[in-house]
């Protein structure tokens, strides 16, 4: 049984339907996955955390014992399992009592994923992980669409505050979405991330379904150490 989502499993959503949206994100036709890099059980957290031209969507605090990278697409299916199912418990058990620092970055499987991504970033810093939540929440409804999903995906948008010019403007940001392919790009080709969702906590690659407890078995060692 797979927990995760793959370029080739995404593929036919990125066929069906590009973002069909005037002068905008046909930017997104061509995504070009890169070839990645063999999986490694740990990768060196100084060079996982190395800054790049994106700044972090990250909660907790920064000074943590524990930090978790997701590495996800808001079009896979199990991203949004997790974000739905497991990700509200580890919130609640430690992230907001001061124990994890947890950094979501996007690593798009197909166009409307890209699209999602950019919609994510231009919503601001506390409307985030606010989107996200009803993105992921709201997948069947704009991601897995026949035609074209913008309609759905502006409905939602603009819960977090979108007009439909700062909705279209955000679409045809071709630096951020040069900035999330570029993230995506290192994420495969230096830690060989090849499908989503992807964790690392501490640099070490988590293995598993992606439950709780597979967290928690990683995570309460580390703690415990003091």
Same mark, same amino acid.
């Given at each position: 049984?797979?927990?995760?989502?793959?370029?080739?499993?995404?593929?036919?959503?990125?066929?069906?339907?590009?973002?069909?949206?005037?002068?905008?994100?046909?930017?997104?036709?061509?995504?070009?996955?890169?070839?990645?890099?063999?999986?490694?059980?740990?990768?060196?957290?100084?060079?996982?955390?190395?800054?790049?031209?994106?700044?972090?969507?990250?909660?907790?605090?920064?000074?943590?014992?524990?930090?978790?990278? $997701?590495?996800?697409?808001?079009?896979?299916?199990?991203?949004?399992? +997790?974000?739905?199912?497991?990700?509200?418990?580890?919130?609640?058990?430690?992230?907001?009592?001061?124990?994890?620092?947890?950094?979501?970055?996007?690593?798009?499987?197909?166009?409307?994923?890209?699209?999602?991504?950019?919609?994510?970033?231009?919503?601001?810093? *506390?409307?985030?992980?606010?989107?996200?939540?009803?993105?992921? $929440?709201?997948?069947?409804?704009?991601? +897995?669409?026949?035609?074209?999903?913008?309609?759905?995906? +502006? $409905?939602?948008?603009?819960?977090?505050?979108?007009?439909?010019?700062?909705?279209?403007?955000?679409?045809?940001?071709?630096?951020?979405?040069?900035?999330?392919?570029?993230?995506?790009?290192?994420?495969?080709?230096?830690?060989?991330?090849?499908?989503?969702?992807?964790? +690392?906590?501490?640099? $070490?690659?988590?293995?598993?379904?992606?439950?709780?407890?597979?967290?928690?078995?990683?995570? *309460?060692?580390?703690?415990?150490?003091?």
């Amino acid at each position: 049984m797979t927990f995760d989502c793959s370029p080739a499993a995404s593929a036919t959503t990125s066929r069906r339907g590009l973002i069909g949206l005037t002068g905008a994100v046909a930017a997104v036709t061509a995504l070009g996955l890169p070839v990645a890099s063999a999986r490694a059980d740990t990768v060196p957290l100084d060079e996982l955390m190395k800054p790049g031209d994106l700044a972090e969507m990250a909660l907790g605090p920064a000074g943590a014992k524990v930090v978790i990278v $997701e590495y996800a697409s808001m079009t896979c299916g199990h991203c949004a399992r +997790f974000h739905e199912q497991v990700f509200p418990k580890l919130k609640e058990q430690y992230i907001d009592t001061g124990k994890v620092r947890f950094i979501l970055r996007e690593f798009p499987l197909d166009n409307r994923a890209a699209a999602a991504s950019m919609l994510g970033r231009c919503a601001g810093d *506390d409307k985030v992980y606010p989107l996200v939540t009803v993105l992921f $929440e709201r997948q069947k409804d704009w991601a +897995f669409v026949e035609g074209s999903p913008v309609d759905a995906m +502006f $409905e939602l948008a603009k819960q977090a505050g979108f007009t439909r010019e700062s909705f279209e403007t955000c679409l045809k940001d071709q630096a951020l979405l040069d900035k999330i392919l570029a993230q995506r790009e290192r994420a495969a080709s230096v830690f060989g991330v090849n499908s989503t969702p992807t964790f +690392f906590i501490n640099g $070490e690659r988590l293995k598993g379904g992606g439950t709780l407890e597979d967290f928690t078995k990683i995570i *309460d060692p580390i703690l415990a150490k003091g």
